[in-house]
């Protein structure tokens, strides 16, 4: 006589794999409830029963296997990977990735960190560095920043002796910006070796040459562009000249050695 009882359908191997890990993930999620709980008694429970699932979870197959990471440029893997802080055969779904993403943006060179579980063995991690863009003088110190004037951690320095050189409170947040015009001159810019933020509103630049560029606090950019004008035309920073100031509208005045400052005959427009 056939049975009236309708059996329950077969799993195929990849179901069978997919009701597991959703039943292991689902009672991973017992413990983290509990452990939020204030109770000594509760936390203890916790972190029992996250044992065993994390043993089960290994004994499953959802295990660390490999680890691939995109984007180190400065960071060496190896120290990537003791901030990661897991080992191949750790349970996969027992990794805080939330902690492992602050410790690796922690490292001196990491900006930010993305990290992801690919099922059932890879974790992913995805890491943006911080670029050099210039060394920040401040209280006697040399320290090293980004474009958005973010201290890049402790690093060494004499690796980046052709990173031009800002001065003074307030520069590493304007560093960028300052930059970025100087290029708009490249060949000019190359003359630069330094700028000191000066009163909080504006720029004297230090040339190679040991001559002092001061720029007005309006439109710097175009008193730029009319000083790459003037040494395309007439080489003026050849000549015997320890200051170029460009601070008032329509007029260049220099400072020549043994001399008061005195107008120069170039103006700006």
Known sequence: MRSLIPRRPKLSKTGRWLASLAFAMALLAVPAWLARKPHTAWERVAGEIGEVLRDASVRSGLVVAAVEVVGLRRTARRELLQALGLEVGDSILAIDLDAARARIESLPWVATARLSRV????????V???T???LWQVEGRLRLIDPDGVLIGTVDLSQFPDLPIVVGPGAETHAAGLLAMLDGEPEL????????WVGGRRWNLY?????????PEQDPAAAWAVLAELERE???LARSINVIDLRLPGRVSVRIPG????????GLG
Do not use: C, F, W
């Not at 099922?119 to 995805?126: A, K």
């Not at 810019?189 to 000191?196: C, I, S």
């Not at 040339?207 to 720029?215: A, F, P």
């Not at 001399?259 to 170039?266: F, V």
């Open 128 to 130: 943006t560095e911080q």
């Open 132 to 134: 050099p863009l210039a």
């Open 119 to 126: 099922l059932p063995d890879r974790i992913t991690v995805s």
């Open 234 to 236: 007439h080489r003026i």
């Open 207 to 215: 040339l190679g040459n040991d001559m002092v560029v001061k720029l």
């Open 259 to 266: 001399k008061s400052p005195g107008g120069t005959g170039y």
């Open 189 to 196: 810019a190359r003359q630069v070796r330094g700028a000191t």
